[in-house]
């Protein structure tokens, strides 16, 4: 009698108390020529069934040749957030922003072809050439799409700042460089 008392209950218990972790996609993939500046952005969808995507602890996020293991769980609510993981070197460059996880070491990703898989549910496959190593594009999948486009990169923390490497004002600024370089060179010529 008493076992069948504790197996109503437990049936009975709120399931919406749980949190998941499962609605979060890769929707961008950046990486520099070296593979020292790396960040993979996710993001959960829009709606009220997104709200509990915050257990991270102990999933993973593998590449090939990388497995990076989540020490902490995500704040709630989590609907149509994104969030951030990234290198080290990466939160030093102009344009960053505060990553909500970094990777133990420079290279998570191979910059040539690779695998990303969330946890098992979610994987983010580029073949040779798809990446942009210029440090300035990045390889994009918007949420639940599987159209991949290349644009400037545009990291996002769960915090919903978002960046631009290099920041915007110092690559205009080399452009600037090196046209007025140019300029000088053709002159003297």
Excluded: K
């Amino acid at each position: 009698m008493y076992g069948r008392l504790v197996a109503l209950v437990l049936f009975l218990a709120p399931l919406s108390a749980s949190a998941f972790f499962h609605l979060w996609d890769i929707t961008e993939v950046y990486s520099n020529a070296d593979g020292t500046v790396q960040f993979v952005e996710l993001q959960t969808c829009n709606t009220v069934t997104c709200s509990a995507e915050s257990a991270l602890t102990d999933h993973t996020i593998t590449s090939n040749s990388t497995v990076y293991t989540f020490p902490n769980d995500l704040p709630e609510p989590t609907t149509n957030h994104h969030f951030l993981i990234a290198t080290p070197a990466f939160a030093s460059q102009p344009g960053a922003v505060t990553p909500d996880y970094t990777f133990d070491a420079a290279n998570f990703m191979s910059t040539v072809a690779d695998t990303i898989n969330f946890s098992g549910v979610d994987l983010f496959t580029y073949n040779v050439g798809a990446l942009p190593t210029d440090g300035v594009n990045s390889l994009n999948e918007p949420f639940g799409s599987n159209v991949r486009t290349t644009a400037t990169n545009s990291p996002t923390n769960f915090a919903g700042q978002t960046g631009q490497l290099p920041e915007p004002s110092g690559w205009l600024g080399l452009l600037a460089g090196v046209a007025l370089l140019a300029g000088l060179t053709t002159r003297r010529s």
